[in-house]
């Protein structure tokens, strides 16, 4: 049992309305935030203890506010009080995508995940922040910094430095074509629930912002945790897009557009996350992240290579040796 001070407050605040409530570990995230399950006599809830000077909970109550009334299954808040930093909400089970997806159920699942981000992407957009040039750019310096510098010592000359500078400039451009949507910013395998009603059970929201309609799409299905083969990918990529069609979204678009959408917006995104997860490490001490930096890189230089405008970021990488240094390293 977890005797710190924030769980002895949490637990506090559990018996104050059920005092026969038991608490157990749900899951904790790369946040400052914990989950536990409570369980009340056979009925069960969640707990999420999120300290009020590292995480906002408001952010979260707003986006679970507009994705239920986008009809997506996200969970209901039953308690909260934000002084403390704790929220009790609905059980969307234990069961995550990443742990029963397979080549039988992918069909079936993402199909069902793609149906919710149809929905997600029609929910209120008012008031959240922009995925604009300036942030695109921040997120992808998190590599140089923690993924180059930090975890390889891996400095680049001022002339290799600006052919990444020119390759981030051209992802940026091409990702800001993109008709702007409600983005979730983490649907991938792990925030998505198996339910048995309205399935999935949508988590790990709180950070949504006004995004590419391509963003949650390679979270879906360029995942950081689980890979499928690139005609699969492409298949349910088209699927989608045809979604789109049928829904009034995007209209007039061809097939290979969309692909190349898809495409630099899953670059920007991995080279963003190969810095978050070097950085998950080294700053705050989690490195079971770096078991999931080779499928990333993978995902990044397949891209880049793939693209004239990015192929010299590939080559950077290759004269590095930085596939031969991640698989090194992995655990």
């Known amino acids: 049992m977890i005797e710190d001070l924030r769980y002895k407050q949490l637990s506090t605040w559990i018996h104050q309305e059920w005092p026969q409530a038991t608490i157990e570990v749900a899951s904790?995230?790369?946040?400052?935030?914990?989950?536990?399950?409570?369980?009340?006599?056979?009925?069960?809830?969640?707990?999420?203890?999120?300290?009020?000077?590292?995480?906002?909970?408001?952010?979260?109550?707003?986006?679970?506010?507009?994705?239920?009334?986008?009809?997506v299954h996200a969970p209901e808040?039953?308690?909260?009080?934000?002084?403390?930093?704790?929220?009790?909400?609905?059980?969307?089970?234990?069961?995550?995508?990443?742990?029963?997806?397979?080549?039988d159920s992918a069909d079936t699942l993402y199909a069902d995940a793609m149906q919710s981000l149809l929905k997600i992407q029609q929910a209120k957009t008012h008031n959240l922040?922009?995925?604009?040039?300036?942030?695109?750019?921040?997120?992808?310096?998190?590599?140089?910094?923690?993924?180059?510098?930090?975890?390889?010592?891996?400095h680049p000359t001022s002339a290799q430095q600006e052919i990444i500078n020119e390759c981030f400039s051209k992802i940026i451009n091409k990702v800001l074509e993109q008709p702007q949507v409600f983005v979730h910013r983490d649907y991938h395998s792990r925030n998505l629930m198996i339910t048995d009603q309205y399935n999935p059970g949508?988590?790990?929201?709180?950070?949504?912002?006004?995004?590419?309609?391509?963003?949650d799409l390679v979270s879906l299905l360029r995942d950081c945790y689980i890979q499928w083969p690139n005609q699969k990918v492409e298949h349910w990529v088209l699927d989608f897009k045809h979604q789109l069609e049928q829904s009034g979204s995007l209209l007039n678009l061809s097939d290979e557009t969309f692909i190349e959408w898809f495409d630099y917006m899953g670059l920007q995104r991995h080279i963003k996350v190969l810095g978050i997860f070097a950085r998950l490490n080294h700053r705050d001490g989690k490195s079971n992240y770096l078991n999931d930096l080779p499928l990333t890189l993978e995902y990044m230089m397949q891209v880049a290579q793939k693209y004239h405008e990015t192929k010299p970021l590939y080559d950077l990488f290759i004269e590095w040796q930085i596939p031969e240094k991640v698989g090194a390293v992995k655990n």
């Open 202 to 215: 949508v988590i790990d929201y709180q950070d949504a912002m006004l995004g590419p309609i391509t963003y």
């Open 129 to 154: 922040p922009d995925y604009d040039a300036d942030f695109l750019l921040l997120e992808m310096q998190y590599m140089p910094e923690w993924f180059l510098q930090t975890h390889f010592d891996i």
């Open 28 to 71: 904790v995230d790369a946040s400052f935030r914990r989950y536990f399950r409570i369980n009340n006599n056979g009925k069960t809830s969640i707990a999420m203890d999120a300290p009020p000077d590292k995480e906002d909970c408001k952010p979260f109550i707003d986006i679970t506010q507009r994705l239920l009334k986008a009809n």
């Open 77 to 103: 808040i039953m308690r909260q009080d934000l002084a403390q930093g704790f929220l009790l909400l609905e059980d969307l089970g234990s069961k995550d995508y990443l742990d029963y997806l397979n080549p």
